[in-house]
């Protein structure tokens, strides 16, 4: 059973800065990407930021910036650093994984998605 556990979100008010943080725990093979999703009100999810485990970034052109992704492979933890928030901010954010469940001896040929529960970011302006 694998679990990706969110932290970090809150109430903020416009050009402050908040640190969201994520830990992927359970029967956990490999990680290929580890990331964060936005989600408004009415929209599909959308990218924030993801990052391999070769260290390669994709980061959307709305935060690039002012947002920055980090990971620790060794602890399956993957950070983002938001800074100079805007109301447009505001959203649930989910911490994202591609991982390949299992152990070596038992697991899938490919990665799947896995998400977290969400935690809800509001920036006041």
């Known amino acids: 059973h694998v679990r990706l556990e969110e932290s970090g979100g809150g109430l903020v008010q416009a050009g402050g800065s908040l640190r969201l943080s994520c830990v992927a725990s359970?029967?956990?093979?490999?990680?290929?990407?580890m990331g964060w999703y936005r989600q408004y009100p009415g929209k599909a999810r959308e990218l924030v930021a993801v990052?391999?485990?070769?260290?390669?970034?994709n980061m959307s052109d709305s935060v690039a910036g002012r947002f920055t992704i980090t990971r620790d492979s060794a602890k399956n933890t993957v950070d983002l650093q938001m800074n100079d928030l805007k109301p447009d901010d505001t959203a649930v954010y989910y911490c994202?994984?591609?991982?390949?469940?299992?152990?070596?001896?038992?697991?899938?040929?490919?990665?799947?998605?896995?998400w977290g529960q969400g935690t809800q970011v509001t920036v006041s302006s």
């Open positions: 994202y994984a591609l991982l390949r469940p299992g152990t070596e001896r038992l697991t899938t040929k490919e990665p799947y998605d896995f």
């Open positions: 990052i391999s485990t070769g260290g390669i970034a």
């Open positions: 359970g029967m956990i093979f490999s990680i290929r990407a």
